[in-house]
T-cell receptor, first 113, second 114 residues
């Protein structure tokens, strides 16, 4: 049972365009929603995270939008660059729980020059 | 700081063989985890530990054992390797529980079971 569903599986965007990756979750107890970025041959690294008490968080060109009622959250990459080409994972967890993150299935982003 | 280190980087096993994947961190993190990454399935939690001497099962624990004798080390043991365990394995550590803090991942171990 996949508790965090991520789409699309792959995404191709032109340089300068907007990349949008969507995630939906089922467990209403989740209260922490990070995004991880993974380059080939490397481990994932935290990109940006949001808690459900805010609807949006922005860090540079990266923005998380959060819709608690719909149980959905998304990552927007503005002015996408070839260096953003990587696999992106959304995740969710319950703060205070010993259990670690539940990840989405990943989105392979390719930004064309 | 070296962060999270994993050895080996690559390993090929035959069905039925056993081996240990090593993981160490030098950030004095209490929480450590093992994940496996398979195409189209994201990262799935195998086992995790909330401190030395304390471990628990994750989503896909069958066929794997862990122990945590020190804060720094969290080895993952494959008891009798099967082709279904072909995957990339990542170890991670964090300061806080529940993933509500940055998880630092190692570079991964790519395991092939023939």
């Amino acid at each position: 049972q996949q508790q965090v569903k991520q789409s699309p599986q792959s995404l191709i965007v032109q340089k300068g365009g907007i990349s949008i990756i969507n995630c939906a979750y089922e467990n209403t107890a989740f209260d922490y929603f990070p995004w991880y970025q993974q380059f080939p041959g490397k481990g994932p690294a935290l990109l940006i995270a949001i808690r459900p008490d805010v609807s949006e968080k922005k860090e540079g060109r990266f923005t998380i939008s959060f819709n608690k009622s719909a149980k959905q959250f998304s990552l927007h990459i503005m002015d996408s660059q070839p260096g953003d080409s990587a696999t992106y994972f959304c995740a969710a967890s319950i703060r205070g729980s010993a259990r670690q993150l539940t990840f989405g299935s990943g989105t392979q982003l390719t930004v064309l020059p | 700081n070296a962060g999270v280190t994993q050895t080996p980087k690559f390993q090929v096993l035959k069905t039925g063989q056993s081996m240990t994947l090593q993981c160490a961190q030098d950030m004095n993190h209490e929480y450590m985890s093992w994940y496996r990454q398979d195409p189209g399935m994201g990262l799935r939690l195998i086992h995790y530990s909330v401190g030395a001497g304390i471990t628990d099962q994750g989503e896909v624990p069958n066929g794997y054992n862990v122990s945590r004798s020190t804060t720094e080390d969290f080895p993952l043991r494959l008891l009798s390797a099967a082709p279904s365990q072909t995957s990339v394995y990542f170890c991670a550590s964090s300061r806080l529980a529940g993933g509500a803090d940055t998880q630092y991942f190692g570079p991964g171990t790519r395991l092939t079971v023939l």
